[in-house]
């Protein structure tokens, strides 16, 4: 659990399942993360799906399908972004508006892929326009 002080932005971490579990036909597959921002909570799971949750309502207000496998999933505290890396060959980073709409879809190690890299570590720098990814970090 993040909390960091004076802001409406949280963040509640959960680890992926393990892959013996995910395979038993249980219905939702794994959390790969949660973000709480300005009444919403986004959370993106494993089948490719991200939601964003209205907790005045307590229902799914939008519902996003990526196509792919989400690895690694984060909300930008102050701008309408998320970003996320998505499985495939090779895996690569995407980046979307609170909307949906995808601004760019990049392979930050180029044609060779990520391989064997971890794919969790993505983070949004919380005051700058700066995305975090493994090694690297991104101006967006």
């Not at 196509?67 to 980046?95: E, M």
């Not at 990049?106 to 969790?120: K, T, V």
Request: aromatic share 8%.
């Amino acid at each position: 659990y993040d909390q960091r002080a004076g802001t409406q932005h949280h963040s509640l971490f959960s680890t992926l399942v393990d892959a013996s579990r995910s395979k038993s036909g249980l219905k939702d597959p794994e959390i790969v993360n949660c973000v709480f921002k300005n009444n919403a909570l986004f959370s993106a799971s494993g089948n490719g799906l991200v939601k964003v949750w209205d907790l005045r309502k307590r229902q799914v207000g939008r519902q996003y399908d990526l196509g792919r496998r989400v690895l690694a999933f984060d909300v930008h505290q102050h701008l309408p972004l998320f970003a996320c890396t998505l499985d495939g060959a090779p895996v690569s980073l995407h980046l979307y508006n609170t909307k949906g709409e995808l601004l760019t879809a990049r392979n930050p190690l180029g044609a060779a892929g990520l391989g064997a890299r971890s794919h969790g570590n993505l983070g949004f720098h919380p005051l700058k326009s700066y995305l975090a990814f493994d090694m690297e970090v991104l101006l967006i």
